[in-house]
């Protein structure tokens, strides 16, 4: 599986932006799909998933509610939808893909990061 994340930009604080991720393959369906991030300095972190049959999700603590991940298997696509963007939420976002039930951890696949800048 190849991921392509996309959408990624520079906003406001208190702003919205939609990331895009695009999978290639036949295949897509069958993946969990998870959302990472990873600001200037800090460790990657996880932000949210969501299943492949289910499409069930959760999402770290940090981001619940501000934060929604959706899929459309026609299109091999998942989305993040952020709203309420905080400037702590600037950092380089990464979608990635497993096999199996959406976990934070385990993912075989990663797409190359969309950078998304929150400005106070």
């Known amino acids: 599986v190849q991921l392509q994340a996309s959408g990624g930009g520079l906003v406001q604080a208190g702003g919205s932006l939609r990331l895009s991720c695009a999978a290639s393959?036949?295949?897509?369906?069958?993946?969990?799909m998870g959302w990472f991030r990873q600001a200037p300095g800090k460790e990657r972190e996880f932000v949210g998933a969501?299943?492949?049959?289910?499409?069930?999700?959760y999402y770290a603590d940090s981001v619940k509610g501000r934060l929604t991940i959706s899929r459309d298997n026609a299109k091999n696509t998942v989305y993040l939808q952020m709203s309420s963007l905080k400037p702590e939420d600037t950092a380089v976002y990464y979608c990635?893909?497993?096999?199996?039930?959406?976990?934070?951890?385990?993912?075989?696949?990663w797409g190359q990061g969309t950078q998304v800048t929150v400005s106070s």
């Open positions: 969501i299943g492949s049959s289910t499409g069930s999700t």
């Open positions: 990635a893909a497993r096999r199996g039930l959406a976990s934070a951890v385990h993912y075989d696949y």
């Open positions: 393959g036949r295949t897509f369906s069958s993946y969990s």
